[in-house]
């Protein structure tokens, strides 16, 4: 059966990493091999993939994490100043907005594990780059190259998990993308507390490196296999995915309807995006990666270190590698919540404690402003400063952190996942970009006003959530789509 009506764009599209002959013999010789040597629960199966391409979001967060504990070490090395610093640390978001807008077409043509393999190189060349610098031009090369490898991976992971998940673990499963990345922040300000910069920037190296190798024993999506026409790989990816004893036959006959429904064109008009099967997945999936960013969560933690200072907390990289073990301990929460809480009441417990949490921070900063610095008042609004960040960074880990990731890679249609992501992940990367760089301008102006602003962002996004994001718990990936005609 042919899924799609260009046949010349079929033979074009091919994986990037063709593994799927062996799986085929797999399927084939399972009956005769032992119970031990086949895959049998398609959980672990699936978990096993997750856990392979969650290095890259691994990769993600350490890139993130890089510059807060080297700032002081490379300023001194390179000689230098704090504005060419902040440039280099900037840049990854430069090149982030770069790969998200190539990232949709790229995992289109190639398949999500090209996509991958494609993220992963200049990420090692970055590093590299980063490692052996001896001056700002290397860094600035190192850090654009791995934004780049960043914005693919940060479209690329989350459809891919989305794909292969069955129905009843993939708000779990999806929700480690977010782990991943809380994990990979962790760690880069763990290193970095006692290995030198360029030793740090070399074990940078080490996701990636890992990441090509396993992509080489990883099924590629069958959902993209299916769109591409290529019915054999297909459903041989998907029998390993879920065992080599299921039955697999209702959902491959699912996929296919769907494939072949949104197959018989595959462009559409800027009028057909009036269409509720269109504006309202792409409202959906772009409004909340825009006001994941316009919560202030970067501002927030990048001011965490001057109010963990000014409550008394003498080592500000001790407490900021504490604010990280929280993120991963509360999004570990997420990923066994997703599936039995759903996603649209995560979101809205997260957007609501955010709220509350960035509110009793923006109170603080006012009333310190009418308090004498040495009264015993002003310490104790330091004191609430800081337990407003820190719940402020736990609820976001709740929901707002790894959730809207997950209902993007769930919600976009099929025949536009490739242009809709691109566009989301892009609309996210730039928000990422302006915060970054308002927030110290926004703080200097005003503690309390860039907090109060923070706080109307979070209320709007307990009623966006409220009105516009549907549940998708429970449900197929083209039972989601079904319900959005």
């Known amino acids: 059966m042919s899924f799609r009506d260009e046949s010349d764009d079929q033979n074009l599209r091919k994986p990037f990493l063709h593994t799927g002959s062996w799986y085929r013999m797999g399927s084939r010789q399972s009956s005769m091999m032992g119970s031990s040597q086949v895959i049998r629960d398609s959980s672990i199966s699936v978990l096993a993939c997750v856990l392979i391409v969650a290095l890259g ?12 504990p080297t700032q002081t070490a490379i300023t001194r090395d390179l000689e230098l100043t704090l504005s060419e610093f902040s440039l280099f640390a900037s840049l990854s978001n430069v090149g982030a907005m770069v790969g998200a807008i190539t990232s949709g077409q790229i995992s289109e043509y190639i398949g999500r594990k090209g996509s991958l393999m494609i993220a992963a190189i200049p990420n090692i060349i970055g590093w590299l780059a980063i490692s052996f610098a001896r001056e700002s031009s290397f860094l600035y090369m190192g850090r654009l190259l791995e934004g780049f490898g960043v914005g693919i991976i940060s479209y690329t992971v989350p459809v891919y998990i989305a794909e292969i998940a069955p129905q009843n673990l993939r708000g779990a499963l999806g929700s480690v993308n977010q782990l991943s990345v809380t994990i990979g922040i962790m760690l880069a300000y763990l290193l970095g507390l006692f290995v030198p910069w360029r030793i740090l920037a070399v074990l940078g190296i080490l996701p990636c490196t890992i990441l090509i190798t ?28 879920r065992g080599f004893d299921t039955d697999i036959s209702i959902e491959v006959n699912e996929i296919k309807r769907s494939v072949a429904s949104s197959s018989r064109r595959t462009t559409i008009r800027f009028s057909e995006l009036k269409q509720r099967r269109y504006y309202f997945p792409l409202t959906v999936g772009i409004g909340l ?14 001011y965490s270190s001057t109010i963990f200072e000014s409550a008394g907390i003498t080592s500000s990289d001790v407490a900021t590698l504490g604010l990280g073990a929280l993120q991963v301990i509360a999004t570990g929460v997420t990923t066994w ?14 957007s609501v404690g955010m709220t509350v949490s960035i509110l009793i921070v923006a109170v603080s900063f006012f009333v ?11 310490s104790i609004l330091d004191i609430f400063s800081v337990i ?5 960074v736990v609820t976001f880990s709740l929901g707002m952190g790894p959730i809207p990731w997950v209902i993007m890679s769930e919600i976009l249609p099929i025949n536009i996942k490739g242009l809709a992501g691109s566009v989301a992940t892009l609309a996210n990367w730039l928000t990422v970009w ?14 309390g006003g860039t907090f109060a602003i923070y706080t109307v962002v979070s209320a709007f996004t307990v009623a966006f959530v409220s009105i516009w994001v549907p549940e998708t718990k429970g449900k197929t990936l083209e039972e989601i789509q079904r319900s959005l005609r």
């Open 388 to 392: 407003g960040v820190v719940a402020m």
């Open 337 to 350: 919540l997703a599936d039995k809480a759903g996603r649209r009441a995560l979101l809205i417990i997260s």
């Open 57 to 68: 979001p691994i990769q993600f967060g350490f890139t993130c994490g890089y510059s807060s």
């Open 289 to 302: 990666l825009i006001l994941q960013q316009l919560s202030g969560i970067n501002g927030v933690v990048f």
């Open 434 to 447: 302006l915060i970054t760089m308002t927030a110290n301008l926004l703080l200097n102006w005003s503690g």
């Open 214 to 241: 396993g992509l080489f024993f990883i099924p590629e999506s069958p959902r993209w296999l299916a769109k591409m026409g290529m019915t054999e790989d297909f459903e041989a990816s998907l029998q390993v995915l």
């Open 368 to 378: 310190k402003g009418f308090v004498s610095d040495d009264s015993s008042c002003y």
